[in-house]
């Protein structure tokens, strides 16, 4: 196993402590994209992070990355800091494994994620937020219409 594979495999089990112990162990068990998406989409976006963080930093593939995890905790009953969290937890893993020469620029390059992530999650909240409030709206509107049918 690579030095990268290693950190992805730590940085899964340290991001999925957010979810509740039951949950944990079936996200563990298969990685296939079709019986547990979260734990597919989780562990392809964390690849594809340390890769960046470890490479080139190509911001477009760090953002195409954070959408597709924050899209997800968004939406679930996690807290800012717990839907975030996964940002700092690399550092730790890194240092862990003693492999900080494999990461060039580690601190400046985490600021970065760090902050794209946080422009990322305050984005999907509002387009969440967005969706709930339009949801409000057209069952306000269907409840007169609603009434009338009874």
Not at 63 to 81: G, H, K
Not at 108 to 121: D, G, H, I, P, W
Request: hydrophobic share 40%; proline share 3%; glycine share 4%.
């Amino acid at each position: 196993m690579s030095t990268l594979e290693s950190i992805v495999d730590a940085w899964f089990l340290k991001a999925i402590e957010v979810y509740p112990e039951t949950a944990r162990g079936g996200m563990m068990k298969t990685g296939d994209r079709f019986r547990n998406p979260v734990s597919a989409t989780l562990r392809a976006s964390l690849t594809i992070l340390a890769s960046e963080l470890a490479g080139e930093m190509d911001i477009g593939a760090v953002e195409s990355a954070l959408d597709a995890i924050l899209r997800v905790r968004a939406v679930q009953d996690c807290t800012p800091a717990q839907a975030l969290g996964f940002t700092a937890q690399v550092r730790g893993v890194i240092d862990e494994r003693q492999a900080e020469t494999e990461f060039p620029y580690l601190d400046q390059r985490l600021a970065v994620l760090t902050s794209a992530a946080e422009r990322q999650y305050a984005h999907c909240k509002q387009d969440l937020a967005r969706v709930r409030s339009r949801e409000a709206s057209r069952l306000r509107e269907l409840q007169p219409r609603m009434r009338q049918t009874l």
